[in-house]
């Protein structure tokens, strides 16, 4: 059994998901990649979002179904597990080999030389440079994304690469963003050996993941989800479970290990 998971599978961690049972946005939408790359002016805003959310989600520990997922990988009883979340939560729950379909919160990276930093290291910088910043937040996304009042990012300052100075951007991908060649290709070779496809706690809005649902359909594979509300991929599912996704993954694991 091959799992893709998705917001709703940490909002038992406290990480508020992205779209109600509808499939439609709680909130404003993010920040989009093209608007992030070409204009200073949104990436400040983007950043000073992030140091307002980044807490909620550095602090937030996995739930009971990270746990589950994570001894039934120990008892081999899943092929793999590949995660639309960006929160780290899996491998904190001591889940191995999880491929992360849309990048990770925690490691930030240069777009000129690639180099890697700790988003904790980051927020210290932020800090520094914006000593006693504050700003009302009216909530936060599941990218730690924070909702702030428009004028709260205008005199934020934001930091360059410690490397060559170039423009830092969270090691996630973006909404309008690609999701790299060697990652799809991570996720077609767990799909070429798995059985079946099961979905914890995502509605399959985003494109990515709804193309995997797609593809196990197209190949014969049974598809399943545990999802509460409906999913891009109804029609396709064999059956759905409409609960919390920790409730039934605790449960899952309990009745496999038996």
Known sequence: MLVL????CSTGSGIPAYRDGNGQWRR??????????????????????????????????????HQALARLQ?????HGLVTQNVDGLHQAAGHQDVVELHGGLAR??????GHISDRNTLQLQLEQLNPGCTAEVHGINPDGDAELNDQAGQ?????????????LKP???????????????????????????????SSLVVWSGFRLAREATRR??????????RTRADDLLAFKV?????QVLAGLADQLAG
């Open 28 to 65: 404003r939408q993010p920040i989009f990649y093209q608007d992030f790359v070409r204009d200073l002016a949104t990436r400040k805003r983007y950043w000073a979002r992030s140091y307002f959310g980044w807490p909620l989600i550095n602090k937030a520990g996995p739930n009971a179904g």
């Open 242 to 246: 409409e609960q919390e996704c920790g």
């Open 108 to 113: 930030v990276r240069c777009m000129s030389c």
């Open 5 to 8: 998971t998705g917001a709703g």
């Open 155 to 167: 005199r934020f300052q934001i930091a360059d690469c410690a490397h060559c100075g170039g423009v």
């Open 171 to 201: 090691d996630v991908v973006f909404f309008g963003e690609s999701v790299p060649l060697s990652t799809s290709q991570a996720v077609g070779d767990q799909l070429d050996t798995c059985d079946a496809l099961l979905i914890a706690g």
């Open 74 to 78: 120990q008892g081999d009883r899943l």
């Open 220 to 229: 014969g594979l049974s598809v399943v989800a545990i999802n509460q509300g």
